[in-house]
């Protein structure tokens, strides 16, 4: 038989370690399975296309994006609502009306490596070869359970092909403890399979040791959280702490010590574990123009919420509600933890060489003379990611990488698990290390209890802001019903006739809304359901 393939330029990762002749041959959706199943070299080519599955900027791919999980939380909006994303915002999420729905496509990618694990060992070739792609082809895998869990809970494992001629398709839905039990087996699995890194820059993107490890930490932190880990299980942050420790073991990575913005527009950087290396001509990847500002030609996709904006301490150390954090609010861009400078765009900065203005009829404003269609709705924008010396009149269309894993998160992770078993003693060292990096500089923290808890998650939501971990964040906490009961709000800037700002903080760009009784897991797809009878997930 022939199975259908979602089509996508081989370079669309950076992936392009085959011989040039073979990835200009036809797409494999042209080429019988007998062709492809007798050549290495071709099932390579389809491993790779399987990479998409991983989390990017690219909403078009049909997987999620990193972007849209963003606008879902309390630290971005989508101004053209893309993704649907509104529906989970505004609490209209539902089994008919979905949003950020991956049931499908994980389950397509997850039935294409299905068959890989069926045909891999009777492929002629290079058995070294075999194994990587048996490794990159596991923790991919893994990786559609690890997403399917994280959204739905327990799914059905399916590790078998199911063919047209199946009379008796009977799959129910496994716990979610049997899910994550199989995603850390796998990852187990895929660990000796893979090479520690690769010494072609076009293998960038592929799987390693270290990106298995870094998906398992990830993987058992989620699991040992409130969500799931209801009665603070103490083995299950252990096993998440030793996941953790495991990736900084490897001494393969190093804390990023340079200009913080750098960090997420140069690509191969030594924290980086594994990211998503992306053809611009192949792609059309826009996060330079998602993010920035109308007056610099940018359409204001992807936009800070005021929330986020707050969260930045002051460079004392200090939030900005804090008694002594010298916070003001008619003054509130000084002094902020470097971070803020890095990822964020406001009233007076500095970007492509001018002056951002979002004051009425300022170039950057709701009213601006040029382009106000695409301002900002809350009066800020990103520039995390956003590559001020790219042209894209000369250059085309953006070529930011978009990194899955990266040193800060497992140290994070670590010092998350550290406190949750009770080691809090160890888990602040990690966590001023991410803090006390050069290029950051921030005061050390001193904290215990519940306490370090919050403060670890407070440089989470900072360290990671616009990485896509948020909206799991606060999910897994089990804070969502507070934090995403908040309405999305941004500022009004008031231009005053002496050339001084007021800034005022009553604009309303989004009235959101949380359901504890359901949202915490997505619905299973209606259409999913009339064709599988599964349990559906409560209250949808």
Not at 194 to 201: D, F, Q, T, V
Not at 395 to 423: C, D, M, Q, V, W
Request: charged content about 25%.
């Amino acid at each position: 038989m022939k199975f259908k393939n979602i089509i996508i330029a081989l370079s669309f990762m950076g992936l392009v370690s085959c011989k040039k002749d073979l990835l200009d041959s036809k797409p494999l959706n042209l080429i019988s399975d007998e062709t492809l199943w007798s050549d290495v070299n071709l099932v390579e080519k389809f491993v790779n296309e399987k990479y998409v599955v991983l989390p990017h900027f690219y909403m078009y791919s049909g997987v999620p994006s990193h972007l849209g999980y963003a606008a879902a939380s309390d630290e971005t909006y989508a101004k053209f609502l893309y993704e649907n994303v509104n529906r989970i915002t505004t609490g209209a999420l539902s089994a008919d009306l979905l949003a950020l729905d991956s049931w499908t496509v994980d389950y397509n990618y997850i039935r294409e490596l299905n068959v890989f694990f069926s045909k891999i060992e009777s492929v002629p070739g290079d058995q070294g070869k075999k194994n990587r792609l048996k490794g990159e082809a596991t923790f991919l895998r893994a990786y559609c359970y690890f997403d399917l869990a994280s959204k739905y809970g327990g799914v059905p494992l399916i590790t078998k092909v199911y063919n047209a001629t199946d009379q008796n398709f009977v799959e129910k839905r496994a716990s979610y403890e049997e899910v994550i039990k199989f995603v850390v087996d796998e990852l187990d699995k895929a660990v000796p399979l893979l090479p520690l890194s690769y010494s072609a820059n076009l293998d960038l993107g592929r799987a390693t040791k270290g990106a298995a490890l870094a998906l398992k930490s990830r993987t058992l932190l989620y699991a040992a959280s409130p969500l799931w880990n209801t009665n603070n299980d103490q083995t299950k942050w252990k096993a998440a702490a030793d996941a953790a420790k495991a990736v900084i073991d490897m001494n393969q990575y190093v804390l990023y010590q340079g200009d913080y913005h750098n960090l997420f527009i140069q690509p191969d950087l030594p924290e980086v574990i594994i990211g998503y290396h992306i053809d611009p001509i192949k792609t059309n990847a826009y996060s330079d123009t998602f993010f920035s500002p109308c007056g610099s030609n940018g359409y204001s996709a992807y936009i800070p919420t005021q929330h986020i904006v707050d969260q930045f301490e002051m460079k004392n150390g200090k939030m900005i509600t804090e008694t002594g954090s010298g916070y003001s609010d008619q003054n509130p861009y000084i002094d902020r933890d470097p971070r803020f400078y890095a990822n964020i765009l406001y009233n007076g900065a500095q970007f492509k060489g001018r002056t951002l203005a979002y004051y009425d009829k300022g170039a950057d404003s709701r009213t601006a003379p040029v382009n106000a269609g695409n301002a900002s709705n809350t009066c800020y924008n990103w520039k995390k990611y956003n590559d001020e010396t790219h042209n894209e009149a000369i250059e085309g269309e953006s070529k930011t990488p978009f990194i899955i894993f990266r040193l800060s998160e497992i140290y994070l992770n670590y010092a998350e698990a550290l406190n949750g078993a009770g080691n809090d003693g160890e888990a602040i060292i990690w966590l001023n290390k991410i803090r006390q990096r050069t290029g950051v500089n921030m005061p050390a923290v001193s904290a215990t209890g519940t306490d370090l808890r919050d403060k670890i998650r407070h440089e989470r939501e900072v360290e990671l802001c616009l990485e896509g971990h948020r909206f799991f964040d606060v999910r897994r906490w089990k804070i969502a019903e507070i934090t995403d009961n908040k309405n999305a709000m941004g500022v009004n800037v008031i231009k005053n006739a002496n050339g001084s700002f007021t800034y005022d903080y009553s604009l309303l760009v989004e009235t959101r809304k949380f359901d504890a009784t359901k949202h915490y897991l997505f619905p299973i797809p209606k259409y999913e359901l009339d064709k599988v009878k599964l349990v559906q997930n409560p209250n949808y």
